[in-house]
Structure formats: structure tokens, C-alpha cells
């Protein structure tokens, strides 16, 4: 039994699909005008973790992950620019595809673009328009929030609140202030679709209520994005599914990701303390990323610490990640080629609880931790390894090379970094292994000990002496 957290609700539920074995999945994807930044990440990796745990689990899942390529944001960034806005706009669509295949997550099943959806789009305003709930009004469409009564409860707010104060649209010809843009007549110089209200462009709402009919039907099971999207936007989209579509559901679940904070500050564009995914995917491993992105409930904030260093900034978190996935290839790798097998079964129910991607790290390691035991003692339990292996695998996608190619590769990198000699590094972990086979045990320490001065790590095991490159001198990787 899988149980999430709706946030409709308010309180953990038991996952039951719409169509037994089936479930389809909505979530918001990006409004393409830059290039996303780690926050962003978090979001897309968390349902990343969310549909294929569902797989593993046996569901025949339908992943639809939209793209916002029209919008204010979008024109108003390439007239600064002096860009044309349709072509702005493909340009940040193929590098936010860019970017989620670096970071290795999986592709949607579908990706719809707002501006390929422009007849779904109108004709939902149009059905909005023959219910009384919305209105056109000088070449713009509006909907009539009062007229729908359920408005404000996926966000917990009542309309008295409100018109206290909270974010709307200013705009005096609007027959009340709550009301929101469902179409935008043509202004100078944007892009404009043709529609029986006269030229012009969706608002950014209306958007996702139509792509997820089209690409999902009129009912599916969950609709996810970030924390910051509960209101206005899914409100509104309830509002505008449910008047056009009718009163039944029309996401069954609401799950939304808790926001990434830059030193215990929410990361965004508008306070400009972001740093983008494609700059820490220059400075860190895509696994490394992703490990850390699920190191706490995806619905719990998380802090990204960022130090300096001669005025250069440092991700610690991911630097500990590293040495986290170094540990876990390192084990494999120790182990030997391993068989599939069936994962430490807890792994797998404590994702069933809400998706707890930290809990089931915390199954992970301490299966790292007792293998290493295991090999440590001269003994090979191959089918518990083995599962500590695929658990791995199924929980973070983060084991698709070779354990002893990975530690080659990130070597080399690090090699590299720090400037090493390798020939020389290598003649010297033979001249040690000499001095060990004399027994001059002390000569052989303080070969060990001038490696490690460099930020290398010599280890003596049943199967000779192997070196490796510390990410961090002086600690053990």
C-alpha cells in the first residue's frame, strides 16, 4: 500500500488510482526565459524519484511534464534582450532539456508546449464563457472566481482573506479584483493566436488546466509541482478544470515539493540568490546532485550551504554527497560484479510511505555499512550485496556504470584538478609495496604518510594495494 501526502486534504491518504494499475501524473514544469537554477531541480527530481518508485512498484505510470513558452516573463526577458520571444523561447526549452538529461533524470512521457495547445487552450475558455463563469471584456477573457464556491480550499484561504491582501491582478474593469486573466488581448508587438475574443494569448493559469485534459483526461491522479505554486496557479487551475469539465475531481491527489534554501534562505529568481543547475553540474557530479536533492522529504524544505573559498563558492552539501556516492561505488567495487537481485525490501515500503527518499537512504547505508563489515572480515555475503546493489539502483537511478569505471573516472578528474604526476604517484605506491615486502614497515608508513600530504590515500587489501585521489586532503574519501 503506497500513502502520500495530499495537500488538498492535508493529511496522508492512501494512494488509490483512478484506473486500477494505471496512474497518470501532471506536474509543472518551467516557464522557459532562463536557464532553471537548483531549486527548480529539486522539484523535477523529487517526481523524478516519485515515478519511478511507482514503477518499480508495478504501475503502469503516464509522466506529462508541461513547458510555459509563452508568458510575461518570457516576452518582457527577450524584449530586454532585444530576442524574438517564440524563438527566446525555444532557445530555454532546449536548454531546460539539456539540463534534466544532464542531471539524469527520466523524460517525461509527454512534454506539451503551451503554444502547441492554442485550440485546446480557447476552447476550454470558450466552455468557461458558456457556464457564466467566465467573461470577455475588451478583448481580454476573465474568470469569475465568486461563481465558483469550493475557490481557496487546496490553499486552506477564504475570499475575505483574500481581498485582504493577497496577490491579484490590478485592473479596474474587472468586475471584481479576484477575478484572474484567462485570455490576454494582443498588445504591440507580442505573440498572438487568433480566438473568438479577438487576438491574443492565453493567461498562465488556464495553460495546465487544458494540457493535462489533453494528455491525461478530464480526471487523472496526481498533480504535483513546488510549494510556491499552490496559490494562485493550482488553485486557479481546480477552479477552471472543475467549471469547464464539471464538478467531479479533477486531480485526485495535490503533492507539492518544499522549497530549497540558500543558507535557510528560499532559494528564487526574484531575490537573485540562485545559482543555476547547469553551474553546479559544472563543479559536482549529476549523481552527487541528485543524492543530495533527496537527502530529506520532498515535501520538507532543505538547505543548500554555500561557503567560500578566496572568494569562490563551495557546495558543501554536494561535496559530502560525493564522498557519500564514493563510499557506495567503493563498496561495489570491493564486492566484484553483482547479479540483480530483489532490494532490502524495507527500502522499498519506506517509499511506500510518502515517497521518503531519506529513509530509504538511511536503509541504503546501513547496508553499505554492513557490507563493508562483511568484506572488511574476509567475508562475501554475494546475494546481500547484491541487494544492497539494486536498492541503490531503484532508489536513485544513480548506479548505471561500472563501480571500478567510476572510481577510474573520478580519479582522473581529480588528478587532474590537483595537477598530480600519476607516473610518479604510482612509482611511489611500488616503492612502498617493496618496502612492505622487505617488512620495512616504517619506510612503508612514510611513503603513506607523503601520499597523503598530496591528497592520496594508499589502501592495502586481500587483492594487493590500490590508491585513490581524497576530494577533500587530509579526510578519508
Not at 493577497?166 to 479596474?172: L, N
Request: with cysteine; hydrophobic share 40%; charged share 35%.
Amino acid at each position: 500500500m503506497i500513502r502520500l501526502y495530499d495537500t488538498a486534504t492535508r493529511a496522508k491518504v492512501e494512494l488509490a488510482p483512478h484506473q486500477p494499475g494505471r496512474i497518470g501524473i501532471y506536474v509543472c514544469g518551467p516557464t522557459v526565459y532562463d536557464l532553471i537554477h537548483l531549486g527548480n531541480a529539486r522539484t523535477f527530481t523529487a517526481f523524478d524519484a516519485v515515478v519511478r518508485h511507482l514503477r518499480a512498484r508495478g504501475f503502469d505510470v503516464r509522466y506529462v511534464r508541461n513547458v510555459t513558452d509563452v508568458d510575461d516573463r518570457i516576452i518582457r526577458r527577450a524584449a530586454e534582450l532585444g530576442k524574438d520571444a517564440r524563438q527566446f523561447a525555444d532557445r530555454y526549452t532546449d536548454e531546460f532539456r539539456r539540463d534534466m538529461d544532464a542531471l539524469g533524470l527520466l523524460r517525461p512521457d509527454a512534454e506539451p508546449r503551451v503554444t502547441d495547445h492554442m485550440d485546446d487552450i480557447v476552447a476550454m475558455i470558450q466552455r468557461l464563457v458558456d457556464r457564466g463563469l467566465a467573461y470577455p471584456l475588451d478583448g481580454d477573457v476573465y474568470y469569475a472566481t465568486r461563481r465558483f464556491a469550493p475557490y481557496g480550499r487546496l490553499s486552506g484561504r477564504n475570499l475575505d482573506e483574500l481581498m485582504a491582501g493577497a496577490r491579484v491582478d490590478v485592473d479596474e474593469r474587472k468586475r471584481d479584483p479576484l477575478d484572474f486573466a484567462l485570455w490576454k488581448g494582443a498588445k504591440p508587438g507580442e505573440p498572438e493566436w487568433r480566438s473568438p475574443f479577438g487576438p491574443g494569448r492565453p493567461g498562465w493559469h488556464i495553460e495546465c488546466s487544458a494540457m493535462s485534459a489533453r494528455h491525461l483526461g478530464e480526471r487523472f491522479d496526481i498533480h504535483g509541482g513546488g510549494m510556491d505554486l499552490v496559490f494562485p496557479h493550482h488553485e486557479n487551475e481546480i477552479a477552471q478544470s472543475q467549471g469547464a469539465l464539471g464538478d467531479g475531481t479533477f486531480a485526485h491527489y495535490w503533492m507539492h515539493s518544499g522549497f530549497l534554501n540558500l543558507n535557510e534562505e528560499k532559494m528564487s529568481k526574484s531575490l537573485g540568490n540562485i545559482f543555476s543547475l547547469r553551474e553546479v553540474l559544472g563543479r559536482h557530479e549529476a549523481e552527487a546532485v541528485r543524492l543530495f536533492l533527496l537527502s530529506s522529504q520532498y515535501r520538507n524544505p532543505l538547505s543548500f550551504d554555500v561557503a567560500e573559498d578566496d572568494g569562490d563558492p563551495r557546495f558543501t552539501n554536494l561535496e559530502d554527497a560525493e564522498e557519500r556516492l564514493d563510499r557506495y561505488y567503493d563498496t561495489l567495487a570491493r564486492a566484484g560484479a553483482l547479479e540483480e537481485a530483489s532490494p532490502d525490501e524495507r527500502m522499498l515500503e519506506v517509499m511506500d510511505d510518502d515517497f521518503n527518499t531519506p529513509a530509504a537512504l538511511a536503509v541504503l547505508e546501513e547496508g553499505i555499512g554492513r557490507a563493508n563489515r562483511e568484506l572488511d572480515a574476509r567475508r562475501l555475503d554475494a546475494l546481500a550485496l547484491a541487494a544492497v546493489a539494486t536498492g541503490a539502483r531503484r532508489l536513485l537511478g544513480i548506479l548505471g556504470r561500472d563501480p571500478v569505471e567510476r572510481a577510474e573516472e573520478v580519479r582522473e578528474g581529480l588528478i587532474r584538478k590537483r595537477r598530480l604526476d600519476r607516473a610518479a604517484i604510482e612509482a611511489r605506491v611500488a616503492e612502498r609495496a617493496e618496502a612492505r615486502a622487505r617488512k620495512d614497515f616504517a619506510r612503508s608508513d612514510a611513503i603513506r604518510h607523503e601520499l597523503k600530504e598530496l591528497g592520496v590515500e594508499v589502501r592495502d587489501g586481500a587483492g594487493g594495494t590500490t590508491w585513490t585521489v581524497l576530494r577533500r586532503r587530509g579526510q578519508p574519501a
